[in-house]
């Protein structure tokens, strides 16, 4: 997501506006003619070279084209006097007004600000487990925070699938055999696989490893490592991901913080013992 430093322009603005009234004491109490001194030149150049960038950055176009023509001029020039400065920032603080009346901001909820552009939300070790993951995590929270939950669910769901794959890579398969209606067997990438056959294949391996362990704490816990993970990324397909996927359903933001959970909870436990290749 794009953040602009729309806070640093208004603290810009404060700078020239007081820059203005500064103009107008000196213009009174000395000579309205008067220049000002090569320092104070210096200090008003560089000060309104960083508000121009500010405008760039901020996307504020009338400012920017006064600004930049401004500073052209002003780097050619010696020190002007107080009533030519005045005058030339009072106009760029107005086309500043207007450019903030003709854009849109879109303010985040505090609350959401620490995860904003975040690459890692659910912390380091799912973000080194599984590192594809990352861009989805990050821009499902950054969804959450413009308000667009739906959006949110479809790259949380996305975050999931590379977990998935992570665990059948961990499991021993990097493609999968499935069978045409041919009735010929191929073998297909895990990327261009559905869930279901992926769930339905890991499900037997898993099975069958259980079945040839003995009883013991080494069973208990692939037992209770593997079957819960999968369990809950079917939960997950069967509740969300089918849905969203297929233009089903709408979410709301207490919808996308509640599966939030669901999917750091998961990813979490899977990155204790599983990681992308």
Not at 57 to 81: H, K, M, Y
Not at 209 to 226: D, I, L, N, S, T
Request: glycine content about 2%; proline content about 3%.
């Amino acid at each position: 997501m794009r953040v602009s430093k729309v806070g640093e322009l208004v603290e810009k603005i404060m700078d020239l506006m007081t820059t203005i009234e500064w103009c107008a004491r000196r213009r009174v109490l000395d000579d309205a003619h008067s220049s000002l001194s090569k320092e104070e030149w210096r200090n008003l150049c560089r000060e309104l070279m960083e508000v121009e960038l500010l405008a760039a950055d901020c996307e504020f176009p009338r400012a920017f084209e006064v600004l930049t023509a401004l500073n052209g001029r002003l780097s050619d020039d010696a020190p002007q006097n107080f009533f030519q400065v005045e005058s030339d920032i009072n106009h760029v603080v107005a086309m500043i007004r207007s450019d903030a009346h003709s854009a849109t901001f879109v303010q985040v909820p505090h609350a959401f600000r620490s995860r904003l552009n975040n690459d890692g939300p659910f912390g380091s070790q799912v973000a080194d487990a599984f590192p594809s993951a990352c861009t989805d995590l990050r821009e499902a929270f950054n969804c959450i925070a413009a308000d667009c939950n739906t959006a949110a669910v479809f790259h949380f769901m996305r975050a999931v699938e590379w977990a998935l794959r992570a665990l059948a890579t961990d499991l021993g398969f990097r493609q999968l055999r499935v069978q045409k209606k041919s009735g010929k067997r191929k073998y297909v990438p895990l990327s261009h696989l559905e869930w279901e056959k992926i769930l339905d294949q890991l499900q037997l391996k898993v099975d069958k490893r259980v079945e040839q362990m003995r009883p013991g704490k080494r069973k208990q816990a692939f037992q209770q490592f593997y079957y819960p993970s999968l369990q809950e990324i079917r939960a997950m397909r069967d509740a969300w991901r089918n849905h969203v996927m297929h233009s089903r359903s709408e979410y709301t933001a207490d919808d996308a913080n509640a599966i939030a959970g669901h999917v750091e909870r998961l990813m979490t436990r899977l990155a204790t013992r599983v990681s992308e290749p």
